[in-house]
């Protein structure tokens, strides 16, 4: 079985004026992209072979990142299933006009499915839990992971109810002010 640390990848980048906006920061879907090109090589790593993205589950950007910047993006496996995985990733910059620590600018936790020749969900191994933050990180993914199903089937449910009637309601046609 392969440990979580041992699907860590590593990317960076030069941020330019390309990837700027008017405000000469760079914008979010660059980092955005960043992340999911990241993560996927540790999906598709570790699934052995094609994992497309599922969901973008949470990305949190904590301070922005500049023209000149040397964006570092850091992912590793969470969390495996039956044929879907949790990728976090997090996002640092070296400041291109200081010589300082890294800052930490944005956090995401992605969710990628395993696919086989066919384009059909593919199982995936199980992960090797070594570390107390390996265990730690596996079972925050799990109640991403069951916010995210009881999220979608509280969706369901309203659909539902509202597929069934909703006369009398407030804002609705026959209901309310």
């Known amino acids: 079985m392969t440990t979580p640390s041992e699907t860590r990848v590593n990317l960076s980048q030069i941020m ?3 990837e700027a906006n008017l405000l000469g920061n760079i914008h979010g879907g660059v980092l955005m992209k960043a992340v999911d090109s990241t993560a996927g090589v540790v999906a598709n790593r570790y699934a052995g072979g094609p994992a497309v993205t599922a969901a973008l589950d949470e990305m949190t ?64 191994p199980g992960l090797d839990l070594e570390t107390a933050e390996e265990r730690r990180r596996f079972r925050e993914a799990q109640i991403r992971r069951e916010h995210r199903l009881s999220r979608r089937a509280a969706i369901e449910a309203s659909r539902e109810v509202g597929a069934v009637g909703t006369a009398g309601a407030p804002g609705t046609a026959g209901g309310g002010a």
């Not at 964006?71 to 496996?77: C, D, E, I, R, W």
């Not at 990728?87 to 010589?99: K, N």
Request: aromatic share 8%.
């Open 16 to 18: 330019s004026t390309t």
């Open 61 to 124: 950007f904590l301070t922005p990142v500049r023209v000149g910047d040397i964006l570092h993006t850091s992912a590793q496996l969470n969390w495996a299933g039956r044929s879907s995985m949790e990728v976090g990733v997090r996002v640092e910059v070296d400041r291109w006009d200081a010589i300082t620590e890294r800052t930490h600018v944005a956090s995401a936790y992605l969710v990628f499915v395993a696919l086989d020749e066919q384009g059909r969900t593919k199982p995936v």
